[in-house]
C-alpha cells in the first residue's frame, strides 16, 4: 500500500513537470544535449549538457544519484549555460553527483528556469531539478528519489554576491 502511494506521488511530480516543461526534453543517450528557450525580454537561455565515464579518483568511495550500487556507466561532467553569450556560472558541485543520466528537459516556472535531469532505473532511479532565479544565476537544486520521493531527497539552495 505505501509503494503504491510512492509511486503515486512521483508520478504526479513528473506529471506536473511535464505540465511546466511540454515537449522540450533531449536524451543523453549520446552523452551529448543541448536545449534553449526564450525568456521574457527576448533573451536566449542555452545550455549543454555533457555526460561520459565519470572519473572516479575524483569520488572516492562517495555515493551518486543513479549509481548507488556500483561504478555508474556515465555521469554529468560538465554544464554550459549560457544567456545570449554570457555565460552563468554553475558550481561543479551542483551535477557532479547526477550518474546515469537519461535525458533533461528545459522551461520555465514563472520567471525562473528549470532544467530537470532524470537518471538512474528502478531503485536507482531519480528526478534533479536545477532553478535558476530568473535565468540569471543558480537559486536551488533539489534531487528526489523516484522509489520514495516523499523520504529520499536532497536540496540544496545557493547564494551568490551579484
Not at 536545449?35 to 533573451?43: D, R, V, Y
Not at 575524483?58 to 561532467?77: F, K, M, R, T
Not at 558541485?93 to 537518471?119: E, F, I, K, R, T
Not at 540569471?136 to 520521493?149: A, C, E, I, Q
Request: charged share 20%; hydrophobic share 45%; glycine share 10%.
Amino acid at each position: 500500500m505505501m509503494i503504491r502511494i510512492y509511486c503515486w506521488a512521483f508520478i504526479v511530480f513528473l506529471l506536473q513537470a511535464g505540465m511546466v516543461f511540454g515537449a522540450n526534453s533531449v536524451s543523453l543517450k549520446d552523452g551529448r544535449a543541448e536545449l534553449a528557450i526564450e525568456l521574457k525580454g527576448g533573451k536566449k537561455f542555452s545550455i549543454v549538457v555533457l555526460a561520459s565515464k565519470p572519473n572516479f579518483s575524483i569520488y572516492g568511495s562517495q555515493s551518486l544519484w543513479g549509481a548507488e550500487q556500483g561504478h555508474p556507466a556515465s555521469a554529468i561532467v560538465k554544464l554550459d549555460i549560457r544567456i545570449g553569450k554570457q555565460k552563468i556560472y554553475i558550481p561543479f558541485s551542483a551535477y557532479a553527483d547526477l550518474a546515469n543520466p537519461m535525458n533533461v528537459s528545459l522551461g520555465q516556472s514563472g520567471n525562473d528556469v528549470v532544467l530537470l535531469v532524470n537518471g538512474g532505473d528502478g531503485a536507482d532511479a531519480y528526478t534533479a531539478e536545477l532553478v535558476f532565479q530568473q535565468g540569471r544565476y543558480l537559486k536551488k537544486r533539489r534531487v528526489v528519489n523516484g522509489s520514495f520521493p516523499d523520504k529520499a531527497w536532497e536540496e540544496t539552495r545557493y547564494s551568490f554576491n551579484m
